[in-house]
């Protein structure tokens, strides 16, 4: 009788757990950073949130000790040749200003200025809360993030009078 009944609680206590515990589906995607030259200089997770997408990067070979703009661009594409021109503008589905400090902004792809090391190194983790990875209008999978030569000043148009764009992740 012991032989039946040892199994039987077992089977039951495992799907009481299964019950009690399911299991936690999370959206990620990784982001691998290039310099102008091609070279890999740094990488991003991002995981999805109920309020947006946490987006964790580490990133060396910056011009150090000074703030650079980071933003989610509309296209992956990260053309070395074109300077990464190929990302085309900030991720923008809702067409709105470009900035913090404009009375009808931030565009979706706008995030805060990031603050590179006197190393040449930057860490973040960062929220941007008004996209998700796969929804179909505020997606951001497939989007590209680059980072700028200078500080977005949060409200000169189109995108912050950022400077040059020095680094290209494509969002996978």
């Known amino acids: 009788?012991?032989?039946?009944?040892?199994?039987?609680?077992?089977l039951f206590a495992g799907a009481v757990s299964l019950?009690?515990?399911?299991?936690?589906a999370e959206t990620s995607a990784t982001a691998t950073f290039h310099n102008s030259d091609g070279t890999?200089?740094?990488?991003a997770d991002l995981t999805e949130t109920d309020g947006g997408v946490?987006?964790?990067?580490?990133?060396?070979?910056?011009?150090?000790s000074q703030w650079v703009?980071?933003?989610?661009?509309?296209?992956?594409?990260?053309?070395?040749?074109?300077?990464?021109?190929?990302?085309?503008?900030?991720?923008?589905?809702?067409?709105k200003s470009h900035g913090f400090l404009t009375k009808d902004g931030p565009h979706a792809g706008d995030m805060?200025?990031?603050?590179?090391?006197?190393?040449?190194?930057?860490?973040?983790?960062?929220i941007d809360t008004n996209v998700m990875l796969d929804d179909k209008t505020n997606g951001v999978?497939?989007?590209?993030i680059v980072i700028h030569a200078g500080a977005d000043d949060y409200?000169?148009?189109?995108?912050?009078?950022?400077?040059?764009?020095?680094?290209?992740?494509?969002?996978?």
Do not use: W
Request: net charge positive; charged share 15%; aromatic share 8%.
């Open 69 to 95: 703009a980071f933003h989610i661009h509309e296209n992956g594409k990260c053309d070395t040749a074109s300077n990464f021109k190929t990302a085309g503008g900030h991720f923008n589905p809702t067409h």
């Open 54 to 64: 946490v987006i964790k990067a580490e990133v060396s070979g910056l011009p150090s």
């Open 40 to 43: 890999n200089i740094g990488t």
């Open 141 to 144: 999978r497939g989007k590209a």
């Open 155 to 172: 409200m000169s148009q189109p995108s912050g009078a950022a400077g040059d764009r020095l680094a290209c992740a494509i969002i996978e």
């Open 19 to 24: 019950v009690a515990f399911p299991a936690f």
């Open 1 to 10: 009788m012991r032989a039946i009944i040892v199994p039987l609680i077992a």
């Open 112 to 126: 805060p200025n990031q603050y590179v090391n006197d190393e040449g190194k930057l860490f973040t983790q960062v």
